[in-house]
């Protein structure tokens, strides 16, 4: 892969990134937190409350929507004004054709590639897309930092008959369950986001966080250098095809959460950690 000039230091991203989660957050709640409220009905002294478009409760619940206070600086309003984003770089996405790529041009990703995983800056939420022109809604946060994602229940539109059809021709719900990973060019510092919202992606996500959280045990001080690798698996449903692809992480060794040290890629540093999807 080409380095980029000039890359953003990761101190710099990772604060644009907070404060990117925290402005998502409150424009949610500012979209969530005051729902329409018919008045009763009095077609055969049936009543019912309408929460949220087509859906039916029998009490309005009090809102009880915390606003998240803003910490950016000035120059960071500025950035976020200009250049809205929860985009740390260029983005990486698994590919229907199974390789890693870069989403602005297409180009895999070499599997000797090695990225430095920055897995405690793991944002994670619900996020909808709502039409073409339209900027997306976000309820997400940090997932080290103790953002909680509220249960998929809990969110609006809800009621399936409003929902539009997916690629089964089945009602697809509109909030999907996404994961933005933050990767580090190991040799160049340049800076990547792995998107995924698959449940391969996000296992594959899972199982990294897995070996985060053993490895802190032993190196608190350490990240995961890690390799991006397609896996996959022959699915018991012959209808599905002969071969499923998944994205998987493969851990190579560790590198010092001071970025400007060269990471350990060496045999003792946990080469053979291979993580399945």
Known sequence: MQPRPHPRSTEQALRQQKADAERDRRRAAEKTAAPHVKPPSDNGGARAVSVAAGTAAPAVRENTAVAVPDTRTAHERYLDEIAPTSIVGRMIKFSREGQFVTADDGESISESTEFIALVDQLLTGWVKFSGSGEPPIKIMGLHYNGFVMPPVEELPDRDPTEWELGLDNQPSDPWKHFQYLILQQADTADLFTFVTQSPTGRRAVGNLMRHYERQQK????????????????????????EWVPVPTFVVVGRAPKDSTVKPDTSLSGDLDDKIDF
């Open 218 to 241: 032993t190196h608190p001080d350490t990240y995961p250098c890690v390799r991006l690798k397609p896996g996959g698996f022959v699915p018991k449903d012959p209808r599905k095809g």
